[in-house]
């Protein structure tokens, strides 16, 4: 498995940015699948990106295309998340996950490790 922590969260007004980090150790960061998932209060967790193990593929929930951009660095083993335009209802702990898959899965089940998370919250 691979250990994962996320930073990068804070409070923003909304119309702001943000950049996530998440930082892995362990086995061979480029065999993995990375997504970024959220989870607000009393609602389930969901996705939001994922990207390839080389990083030419890109895969984004349509409440967040044209606003987020996941990116990932093989060589640091570091996937990133920024996010521009930010909403309320983007408010949530959000979560890096990795998986073994050769290809972007949207399912958490398919996620194998899980970070901590890290809170966003928008202002209105």
């Known amino acids: 498995q691979v250990q994962l922590v996320e930073s990068g969260g804070g409070l923003v007004q909304a119309g702001g940015s943000l950049r996530l980090s998440c930082a892995t150790s362990?086995?061979?960061?480029?065999?993995?699948?990375m997504g970024w998932f959220r989870q607000a209060p009393a609602k389930e967790r969901e996705f939001v990106a994922a990207?390839?193990?080389?990083?030419?593929?890109?895969n984004y929930a349509d409440s967040v295309k044209g606003r987020f951009s996941i990116s990932r660095d093989n060589a640091k083993k570091t996937v990133y998340l920024q996010m521009n335009s930010l909403k309320p209802e983007d408010t949530a702990v959000y979560y890096c996950?990795?998986?073994?898959?050769?290809?972007?899965?949207?399912?958490?089940?398919?996620?194998?490790?899980w970070g901590q998370g890290t809170q966003v919250t928008v202002s209105s």
């Open positions: 990207v390839s193990r080389s990083g030419g593929g890109t």
């Open positions: 996950a990795a998986s073994p898959r050769d290809y972007m899965s949207t399912l958490r089940s398919e996620f194998g490790s």
């Open positions: 362990g086995r061979t960061f480029s065999g993995y699948t």
